[in-house]
């Protein structure tokens, strides 16, 4: 009788598996990693790479066909003045519009996490968001309809006689227009209230960190309120600002669906980048065009990291 | 309708000349079963969208040909899907269907297989956007102008000029026609600024509105550029621009007949003008692709097309103008003499129908300015450059 071994022996292909990955737990985790990362590699890197390769192309001017041999010739065309101004017009949108929504979520962002309580921190979530739940361009028709000249806004206003604000208001140079819904002002508007949601809720979570006994200490120690807020609020709630801004300030630098409803036709980028590979065939510029709120996005990401933006991840 | 790429003419010469005319169809077997198109939303009806407008079931009660649609929104995604083939027509405009003919996508018909071909309205039967030294690439399907669009009660009479689009003035109200009017948001409507300075500015020498010199291009950018102080808007969406007309005080602007039949049906004081410098239009033409898996039933579909009430239903739907003339007035379907004449039937010699701009022209080799230039020169005009 022969003495049995401590192992016994393999019965087929999953114990011999099963033995590779034990002996090597590495193969265990790529294989269980690859999907991901092909996926992330493949689709999202991949698809990127190959619209920043896009971009250095240049498209014939004499035939309008795509010349694919590398060249700065496109990003060359993006300094042309009309391409400069659709991006310098997208940026300053995007910064008001991210700077307005910082400071209307604030308070309703405080009063949420500190003071609502019960039911009424239920409504304060539904609230918030239920204008997500309802499909965007729902809302962007809607708003068009709001701000038209003809429209609820100015028939308040008429109704009220404060339609003199609204005048003096599209009597501005820049951001005026005949009416609220073909001015820029109204662009401005309805990105704020699309967007708003995205700022509330990273604000409100980082609201609700801030310890309670910090603000007493902070008061116990002779703070005013207005010391307390910049001393200890602000800074502490400063990465969820933050993280709000990057929704709001990524999300206008990419839509193209509200400038081409509410606004006075001026191109954004993500109008320019639509037109540009649909209609006119010229995709190296749209790629270009795309690359630069990509740019932006990662000093703007870096610029965050640095005050403290992810430190709670 | 839409616009497109531009492809140079040294290219679609030289694809023109090394593309051998294919062998046509002979004769028309039995059907194949089926048949899938490639169109324009709205073009192929099968009743589902309104029960009065149907000219797809009666087509496969008769052939035994199963219709699918696969609807593109631009001539550019038509060109893509042809290229890609799979399938068997297409309704492609004069921008897209003279690519598809240079570029080899679709084969000549013979016309001869077509019984109604010979009912087709003469001035379309040699239309240049489809037919290439003397073959016949498609069978021609619907067409309609820009017309210009205004409110009746601000215009009592018809506007006989687009200068009320163009140029700053004081509108039969009494009122500046600032922020009241708009223009299309795409680079073709240059043309139309062309063709305005045709006739206001003879001295320009402008002959073909799509076939523009540098000064001629140059003079109609810088009218363009006073109409962006004049349009607080510019429409490409149709159901926008019907908005606008409805809510945003607006009283003039280039527009379809389908907008201006939409809004009068909605009670809205609107009316449609051809003015006295001409207009834009488009011409829609079915082509056959060349490796068309269902020849047959196609033939079948382009004798449809041309002696059902196809003609007559899809103008009403549409606003457009028949292909074949006496779909007007033999009552085959909803279409009316009256309805023909508003929309633009008789007006044909004063339509410059679309075509894509290219640099080597009438005028000699690179003596135009080419299409890809309108692009990035008309998102300047509208960003106020």
């Known amino acids: ?313 | 309708m839409k616009y497109l790429k531009l492809i140079g003419t040294t290219a679609l010469a030289t694809l023109t000349a090394v593309t051998p005319v294919m062998a046509q169809i002979a004769e028309i077997g039995p059907g194949e079963g089926q048949l899938s198109i490639v169109a324009w939303a709205g073009y192929i009806e099968r009743g589902e969208t309104d029960p009065a407008f149907d000219w797809v079931t009666g087509f496969e009660e008769k052939t035994g040909c199963k219709v699918s649609v696969k609807t593109a929104a631009t001539s550019d995604e038509m060109v893509a899907l042809m290229n890609e083939g799979g399938f068997d027509l297409v309704t492609a405009s004069g921008d897209a269907s003279l690519r598809l003919i240079a570029g080899g996508r679709v084969q000549p018909v013979n016309v001869d297989l077509v019984p109604s071909w010979k009912d087709v309205d003469d001035r379309l039967k040699n239309a240049p956007w489809h037919t290439v030294d003397g073959v016949h690439y498609g069978v021609p399907y619907m067409w309609g102008p820009n017309v210009l669009m205004y409110n009746t009660e601000v215009f009592k009479e018809a506007p006989t000029s687009w200068n009320v689009v163009f140029e700053e003035q004081t509108l039969p109200d009494g009122k500046s026609n600032k922020g009241r009017v708009q223009a299309y948001d795409g680079p073709i409507y240059i043309a139309d600024a062309a063709q305005y300075l045709m006739a206001n500015k003879p001295e320009l020498g402008i002959t073909s509105v799509y076939e523009l010199n540098e000064d001629q291009y140059a003079a109609a950018l810088d009218l363009l550029r006073g109409q962006r102080e004049l349009t607080s808007r510019y429409w490409h969406d149709a159901f926008i621009q019907m908005d606008d007309f409805k809510n945003e005080g607006i009283v003039a602007s280039g527009s379809w007949p389908f907008m201006v039949n939409l809004l009068q049906a909605d009670g809205v004081p609107v009316a449609s003008v051809i003015p006295k410098e001409g207009a834009t239009g488009w011409a829609d033409t079915s082509m056959l692709h060349v490796n068309a898996k269902n020849p047959n039933c196609a033939y079948m579909w382009f004798d449809h097309q041309l002696s059902s009430n196809l003609q007559s239903d899809l103008a009403v739907w549409f606003g457009a103008n028949p292909s074949v003339l006496a779909a007007c007035t033999d009552k085959r379907g909803m279409l009316t003499p009256e309805i023909c004449t508003k929309n633009g039937l008789d007006d044909f010699e004063r339509i410059k129908f679309w075509t894509t701009p290219v640099s080597n022209c009438a005028a000699g080799e690179g003596a135009c300015v080419p299409y890809y230039r309108w692009v990035s020169d008309y998102i300047g005009v509208i960003g106020g450059r």
């Not at chain 1, 737990?25 to 890197?45: D, E, N, S």
């Not at chain 1, 701000?147 to 609204?166: D, M, P, R």
């Not at chain 1, 790629?287 to 610029?303: E, G, H, K, R, S």
């Open chain 1, 1 to 313: 009788m022969t003495p049995s071994t401590a192992t016994l022996p393999t019965r087929g292909i999953a114990d011999r598996l099963t033995g590779l990955f034990w002996r090597r737990p590495g193969i265990f985790l790529l294989l269980l990693l690859l999907p991901p990362l092909l996926w992330l590699g493949v689709i999202y890197l991949g698809s990127l790479l190959a619209l920043l390769l896009q971009s250095f192309y240049s498209i014939d001017e004499f035939s309008g066909m795509v010349r694919q041999e590398l060249t700065l010739k496109t990003y060359g065309e993006l300094l042309r003045p009309q391409n400069l101004d659709i991006l310098i017009r997208t940026v300053v949108m995007a910064a008001a519009v991210t700077l307005a929504c910082a400071a209307i979520a604030f308070p309703i962002a405080y009063y949420a996490a500190r003071f609502a309580k019960g039911h009424w921190k239920a409504v304060f979530y539904l609230g918030v968001m239920l204008p997500l739940w309802s499909s965007y361009l729902v809302k962007v028709y809607a708003w068009k309809l709001i701000l038209a000249k003809e429209g609820i806004l100015s028939w308040a206003a008429n109704a009220t006689g404060t339609s003199f604000i609204i005048d003096g208001l599209l009597a501005l140079p820049v951001i005026g227009s005949s009416s609220l819904s073909t001015s820029p002002l109204g662009t401005f508007m309805v990105f704020v209230y699309v967007w708003l949601p995205y700022m509330i809720l990273p604000m409100q979570a980082a609201l609700e960190r801030v310890p309670t006994s910090m603000l007493e200490a902070s008061a116990d120690l002779g703070a005013t309120r207005g010391q307390t807020f910049r001393t200890v609020i602000l800074p502490l709630a400063l990465p969820g600002v933050i993280a709000g801004s990057i929704f709001t300030f990524s999300l206008t630098l990419g839509d193209y669906i509200i400038p081409q409803i509410v606004g006075n036709s001026a191109n954004f980028i993500g109008m320019a980048v639509y037109q540009l590979q649909g209609t006119a065939g010229n995709i190296p510029l749209a790629a270009a065009f795309a690359v630069v709120p990509i740019l932006i996005m990662l000093v703007y990401l870096w610029l965050a990291k640095r005050a403290g933006a992810f430190d709670a991840l």
